[in-house]
T-cell receptor, first 114, second 114 residues
Framework: NAGVTQTPKFRILKIGQSMTLQCTQD?????MYWYRQDPGMGLKLIYY???????DKGEVPNGYNVSRSTTEDFPLRLELAAPSQTSVYFC?????????????FGSGTRLTVV | QQQVKQSPQSLIVQKGGIPIINCAYE??????FPWYQQFPGKGPALLIA?????SEKKEGRFTISFNKSAKQFSLHIMDSQPGDSATYFC?????????????FGTGTLLAVQP
C-alpha cells in the first residue's frame, strides 16, 4: 500500500517555465488537497477536490491550476513560474467517512524557482 | 475568522520534560482539532485529534487539552524523548463538512535534548 505518492521530489525551474507536480493515491480516497509549506507560515491550501471532475480554490490559488480526471490522480500545474512559488508542496488525501478522518500526506516536492 | 494561531514558534526541552504547544481558533463552527507531526524531509502525519465533546484526550505520551469557552487547545508531550524532535502543527475544521478542509497553524519546531 503506497499511500500518497508525489513526483518529483526536487525540481529547479527558471522564471517563466511551467511544470506539473504529480500526485497519486491508492487508497480510494474521495478528497484530495494541495498545500504549500513555507518557513514560519505553516501549510496553506492551494486547491482541493472532493471527487473526480470537481475542484475548487483554496486560500492561495493564484499561479496554479489543477484537474481531477480520476479518483487516484490530482496533478498541480504551475504556469509561468515565479520566485514566489519557491516552496515545498504537499499533496494529501482523506476519506471523511472513515473513523480516522485524518489526512494522509505525500512526502512532498521541493521546488526552487530561479 | 479562518485563522488558527499557534505558539510558540520553537521550543527546546530536556529529555523527560513536558513541552506544551498552544493553539487558538476564532471560528466557532470548527469542531475537529487534529495535531500533525512532521519529521525533516517527510510529510506531516496525523498524531492525535479531539472533538469538543471532551476536554482531554490521551494517546500514549501525547495529550490534547481542549477549552471550548476560550477557543483554545493544546498538545502536551509527557516524558519527551529525542525522537519526538519534529515540527508540530495544530489544525481545525468542521467535522463532517462538505470539504474536510483543514486550516493549519504556523507550526512549532520542537527540539528535545538528550
Amino acid at each position: 500500500n503506497a499511500g500518497v505518492t508525489q513526483t518529483p521530489k526536487f525540481r529547479i525551474l527558471k522564471i517563466g517555465q511551467s511544470m506539473t507536480l504529480q500526485c497519486t493515491q491508492d487508497m480510494n480516497h474521495n478528497y484530495m488537497y494541495w498545500y504549500r509549506q513555507d518557513p514560519g507560515m505553516g501549510l496553506k491550501l492551494i486547491y482541493y477536490s472532493v471527487g473526480a471532475g470537481i475542484t475548487d480554490k483554496g486560500e492561495v490559488p493564484n499561479g496554479y491550476n489543477v484537474s481531477r480526471s480520476t479518483t487516484e490522480d490530482f496533478p498541480l500545474r504551475l504556469e509561468l513560474a515565479a520566485p514566489s512559488q519557491t516552496s515545498v508542496y504537499f499533496c494529501a488525501s482523506s476519506l471523511p467517512e472513515s473513523a480516522n478522518y485524518g489526512y494522509t500526506f505525500g512526502s512532498g516536492t521541493r521546488l526552487t524557482v530561479v | 475568522q479562518q485563522q488558527v494561531k499557534q505558539s510558540p514558534q520553537s521550543l527546546i526541552v530536556q529529555k523527560g520534560g513536558i513541552p506544551i504547544i498552544n493553539c487558538a481558533y476564532e471560528n466557532t463552527a470548527f469542531d475537529y482539532f487534529p495535531w500533525y507531526q512532521q519529521f525533516p524531509g517527510k510529510g506531516p502525519a496525523l498524531l492525535i485529534a479531539i472533538r469538543p465533546d471532551v476536554s482531554e484526550k490521551k494517546e500514549g505520551r501525547f495529550t490534547i487539552s481542549f477549552n471550548k469557552s476560550a477557543k483554545q487547545f493544546s498538545l502536551h508531550i509527557m516524558d519527551s524523548q529525542p525522537g519526538d524532535s519534529a515540527t508540530y502543527f495544530c489544525a481545525a475544521s468542521r467535522y463532517g463538512g462538505a470539504t474536510n478542509k483543514l486550516i493549519f497553524g504556523t507550526g512549532t519546531l520542537l527540539a528535545v535534548q538528550p
